[in-house]
C-alpha cells in the first residue's frame, strides 16, 4: 500500500497542481534547490505543500497516480 509522507511537497497554485501527479519532491531536494536558486515556482501564487496537507480528494489522485 502507498502513503504520502508530510516530508514530500508538490507545487500547488490555487488549490491545484501546476506540475504533473509523478512529480513529487523530498524537503532535502527543495532545500537544494533554494540554496542554488534553482526552484521551480515561477509565478505568483505557486507554493510548496505538503503532500499530508493538501486537501483528501487530491491526496486521493496522487495516490491513484502512485499505484498506476
Do not use: A, R
Amino acid at each position: 500500500m502507498k502513503k504520502l509522507y508530510s516530508t514530500d511537497y508538490v507545487v500547488i497554485k490555487n488549490g491545484e497542481p501546476t506540475e504533473p501527479l509523478d512529480i513529487i519532491y523530498s524537503d532535502e531536494s527543495i532545500i537544494e534547490m533554494v540554496n542554488s536558486g534553482t526552484t521551480p515556482l515561477c509565478s505568483d501564487g505557486e507554493q510548496f505543500v505538503s503532500m499530508t496537507d493538501l486537501p483528501l480528494e487530491l491526496q486521493q489522485k496522487y495516490l491513484n497516480k502512485l499505484t498506476d
